[in-house]
């Protein structure tokens, strides 16, 4: 256990200077009515610097001497870094030259936190302090008072204070908070979760470690969510909740039978007398409303009349339809007046979960239409908690563009914020959102690295009201979003039973009825396999045949593999000097690729020929890439609703620069993964079953697909192409329709050396539907005859669109193919990779004198003077193209 105590060692100081912190008032991206963020200005300094109470320091007469630039909303580590006081610790082995809070007590990382603000109220007006999260303790003071009147616990509560009272009616108001880390703050052994007892608080638990991160030496501590001030009348609107009902089976695009609207809102009459007033709901024209009393000092929840929505517009998960969504606000009057409102966008659906007895699984359905669930599992947007609307909204446009329709939320971090819902909203992304424990921390197995026996962690958190106030304010706050889909105990675990039990009763009594519960992440509903066990995985690179012929779990909440990234995204964060091929066969890593938890590609790599270098190396991990999550998706797609009700990837993202698993790297630079999912995953999608050859289409829509033509052929290394079949076929809904085998000819082909498959699938305006090209590896299994592949010519064109878009042409005018291409946006100077920049597709094949026309699509300015579209592939030497 850590030595140290809350009680920490004062030192005297002598003032100096006097800083005035004014703070400059942004209207935040939030709903409410009139709401400013608190995110400038802040400073802070060492709480055990400080000889002062918080009701001298927030007053105006204290000076401010020495105290730093802080950063808010963030942590102490994040404030550090801003001020040059620490070293990267997503680069190389830095995060070893920063304290760890286990090493120097928790009075290292408590801090004071200080900014200042004007602010004016008219009679009848309130106004409110709120921080929607701090990590983990706080006290709070405004103008020499303090606000809370005990210590805030927890690091997912949010806390609001009515600080009309104490507001300085002229002039600058200062507000002080010190905030206290977890306790325990863990010890960091090396464990899942460290020693497991940083679970011991309601806080996210990766903090002390985990396969895939290194700890965080603050453990995030800080004021890490937003701080706003809220104006409002008499009355304030809080926790609204809204419940869609889309009965009988609907298709996208079509016209629709009525829908209805269930809401309800909280109101707070913070006055000293009894309000009557109004509350008022609108949507798409229509509104209703009721007229209310709140008695003094009371909260009551209000349901409004049930609102029908004729031919709604439905909101659908991706790859299904669009994801509609409809404005709409809460308001409450008195005399006439609005007190409160908030906006908020609507998205019409229903969601439901129904057992599939062929599988032995749910299954998942959308406005009445069963939805075959690929999702990806998400941990955090930024391990130290640098969460941003613009960051969310890159990320889930990620996994939009890799027809991807849900995202898991891992337990063993937070409860996703409303910006990240906003994301998922807006580009159709069901959430799977944990809450917080998991098997690792909270018992499930015995564990040599923890300090507990599994009796006392299968108790954690130490404080289970906590937990369970917690939980409850949490999901009111997200409950309004269409996206948010299911709800979870636990990640591998249940929590504790009487928490478990608190959950399953307040989601019954209303506080949200509309959305499943799972117990655990992996319980039986999902993972209960044909050999009588439940669980997930496997997370290493598989044989290809893995994913077609081995049937695992029926809705794996956890399949992964590798993600190493290229040369590009490597060099960001691994020094030079690092950058040494990994020989996983004879078990030579480099120390710098093991920190950052590379799992290895095995002997993968190899069988394409031997890396000559960390450039080769990581062409070749993009190839190895592509082939297993295309695999991997495409395995699951083969048996669709007869093994399978939905596969979730671990993992498609990672917060910090680890080597495993992910899509994109930590800066947003995509890999081969992302674009194998991409095409594996599209609506209609034509395949080969690499096992036994069996060539089938999946159609993933509602609706039979006709008058497609099927077209097969193999080129070989010259780029001839020998036809196999050419046919028109349909394919009924929501089914993976199989064809014919053409593994006796592909085994033929296998003897003579690899060759290249072809699989394309036309409408009847002969425009392609989908296409899928394999390269297969010669009878010994090796790739190596790639290598022989004759050098082809692209021309190429990038032309800047009138939507900021950037169109590039592209044409193969060589006799042979042109394999595996990579496009990138790079500035003109440096010839780095402009990030993040959306492709429509990326690692581009070209048949011989095929043409391709890919769409980039950036927030870059000034692209035609500053920037280059870069194109370099297998066999085509790498070269830029101006931008038009």
Sequence with gaps: MNPY?????????????????????????????????????????????????????????????????????GTVLTTLLNNKLIPDPFYGMNNNLIADIWKTGRDYYTYWFVTEFEETLSDNEQLWLNLRGVNYSCEVYLNGKKLNEKTHQGMFLRQSYNISDVLVKK??????????????????????????????????????????????????????????????????????????????????????????????????????????????????????????????????????????????????????????????????????????????????????????????????????????????????????????????????????????????VWGGALLERPEFFDACDKYGMLVFQDFWGSGDCNGKWTDPMKMDNQWTRRAYPDDHTLFIKSFTDQVKMVRTHPSLAFWCGGNEITPPQDILTAMQDSFRSGLDTSRYFFPYSNSAEMSFNSTGGNSDGPYTIQPLNYFWETSSYPYNSELGSVGTGDYESLK????????????????????????????????????????????????????????????????????????????????????????????????????????????AGEPVHVMCNQADGMVSIVNNTFETQRDLMLEVSVFNIKGEERKITQVFVEVCPSLNQRYFSVKEITSKLQTEGGFFLMAKILNFNKEVVSENLYWYPDDKGNYTWLKNLPEAKINAQANLKDNGKIEVKMKNTSACLAFFNRLSLVDKSTRERLLPVFYSNNYINLLPGEEKTIILDSNKKDLSQNAWVSVSGWNVNAFYIDIK
């Design 171 to 408: 002039g600058k108001n200062r507000l002080a908070v010190v905030v206290f880390p977890p306790d325990p703050v863990g010890n960091p052994n090396g464990g899942q979760g460290g020693d497991g007892t940083i679970a011991r608080n309601v806080s996210h638990q990766y903090v002390a470690g985990w396969d895939w991160i290194q700890p965080v030496r603050d453990r995030n501590t800080g004021i890490w969510d937003k701080v706003t001030l809220h104006k409002t009348g008499a009355v304030k609107l809080m926790n609204p909740q809204v419940v869609t009902k889309v009965p009988g089976i609907r298709f996208p695009g079509k016209s629709q039978n009525p829908a209805l609207i269930y809401t309800s809102a909280e109101l707070f009459n913070a006055s000293g007398k009894t309000i009557k007033g109004t509350l008022v709901f609108k949507i798409n024209g229509q509104e209703v409303r009721v007229n209310v009393v709140i008695p003094s000092g009371k909260i009551l929840k209000t349901n409004l009349p049930a609102v029908t929505v004729n031919n709604p517009k439905l909101w659908w998960p991706n790859g299904y339809g669009e994801p509609y969504l409809y404005p709409s606000s809460f308001e409450f009057l008195a005399d006439n007046k609005t007190s409160d409102s908030e906006r908020l966008n609507i998205g019409i659906r229903e969601i439901k979960t129904s057992w599939n007895s062929i599988t032995g699984s749910l299954q998942t359905s959308v406005n009445g239409q069963k939805i075959f669930i690929k999702g990806g599992n998400w941990i955090i947007s930024d391990a130290m908690l640098r969460l941003s609307q613009e960051r969310y909204d890159a990320e889930i446009r990620f996994h939009r563009d890799m027809n991807l329709n849900l995202i898991r």
């Design 5 to 73: 105590h809350i009680l920490l060692q004062k030192l005297n100081f002598h003032i100096n200077l006097f800083i005035v912190c004014i703070l400059t008032f942004n209207v935040a991206a939030v709903n409410s009515q009139q709401v400013v963020e608190l995110n400038k200005n802040w400073i802070c300094k060492q709480y055990k610097l400080v000889d002062e109470k918080g009701e001298t320091i927030s007053s105006a007469a204290f000076p401010l001497n020495g105290w730093m630039s802080a950063t808010v909303p």
């Design 572 to 679: 960001r964060f691994i020094p030079e000097q690092n950058l040494v091929v990994p020989d996983y066969i004879n078990n030579k890593v480099d120390s710098v690729w093991q920190y950052h938890k590379d799992i290895g590609y095995e002997n993968y790599i190899d069988k394409y020929g031997k890396a000559s270098d960390i450039v080769d190396f990581g062409e070749k991990a993009q190839l190895v890439n592509y082939d297993q999550y295309r695999a991997l998706i495409e395995g699951y797609s083969n048996h669709i609703w007869d093994w399978y009700t939905g596969i979730i990837i671990w993992k498609t993202q990672n917060p910090w620069t680890a080597l495993r698993g992910q899509m994109y790297d930590y800066y947003l630079d995509p890999n081969a993964c992302l674009y194998a999912l991409k095409n």
